[in-house]
């Protein structure tokens, strides 16, 4: 089955810097690719994701890049804000029914 | 329109025990799944189920089920409760083969 590894475990950012997290996954047939933020107590919640077709995806401060051919995606967050302090979780799944998720990502944005 | 809704939010079980949780999705949402969030081991599948039917199925022992109802309202049960079953179990349902998912608050699950 599909195995996503996720890196790194923890991050440190100062605010208004970028953070970068990155993910690989082993299943070539793999075409979605969504991430997710859980905030201490809460739901993951769906803050974007990436289709196979797609190499890049934009939403205001956060983005996410694709390459298929080495097989990993990355998450990208411009000028970092406290409140984006939260455990960040990719996942990929093939045709949407089943997915595999990261071991996740704690951001910590210091202000 | 409501999220998905689980039930109960907080459980405590003892060992031996057996416990049903439920998950009501989003309206019109027909595909639904489990997950068990540890910190240890993240988030781990469970099953899938779409149509009343289970289409997907984790690396979890038989001790672990589930089934969805007509309305699409699902159910899992939990038979013969182990302390290494506590844990958060979120549930999320999805539109279609072609979205992604939206998660449940979760139930805290204590097996003491």
């Known amino acids: 089955g599909e195995n996503v590894e996720q890196h790194p475990s923890t991050l440190s950012v100062q605010e208004g810097d970028s953070a970068v997290i990155k993910c690989t996954y082993s299943?070539?047939?793999?075409?979605?690719f969504p991430w997710y933020k859980q905030e201490l107590g809460k739901r993951p919640q769906l803050i974007i994701d990436?289709?196979?077709?797609?190499g890049e995806k934009k939403d205001q401060r956060i983005a996410v890049t694709l390459n298929k051919t080495a097989k990993h995606f990355s998450l990208h967050i411009t000028e970092t804000q406290p409140e984006d302090s939260a455990v960040y979780f990719c996942?990929?799944?093939?045709?949407?029914?089943?997915?595999?998720f990261g071991s996740g990502t704690k951001l910590n944005v210091k202000p | 329109k409501a999220g998905v809704t689980q039930t109960p939010r907080y459980l405590i079980k003892t060992r031996g025990q057996q416990v049903t949780l439920s998950c009501s999705p989003i309206?019109?949402?027909?595909?639904v799944s489990w997950y068990q969030q540890t910190p240890g081991q993240g988030l781990q599948f469970l099953f899938e189920?779409?149509?009343?039917?289970?289409?997907n199925k984790g690396n979890f022992p038989g001790r672990f089920s589930g089934r969805q109802f007509s309305n699409s309202r699902s159910e899992m049960n939990v038979s013969t409760l182990e302390l290494g079953d506590s844990a958060l179990y979120l549930c999320?349902?999805?539109?279609?083969?072609?979205?992604?998912?939206?998660f449940g608050s979760g139930t805290r699950l204590t097996v003491v």
């Open positions: 999320a349902s999805s539109l279609s083969d072609a979205y992604g998912y939206t």
């Open positions: 299943d070539s047939a793999s075409n979605y």
């Open positions: 990436i289709r196979s077709n797609v």
């Open positions: 996942a990929a799944s093939r045709n949407f029914n089943k997915f595999y």
């Open positions: 309206s019109g949402h027909r595909s």
């Open positions: 189920y779409f149509s009343e039917t289970q289409r």
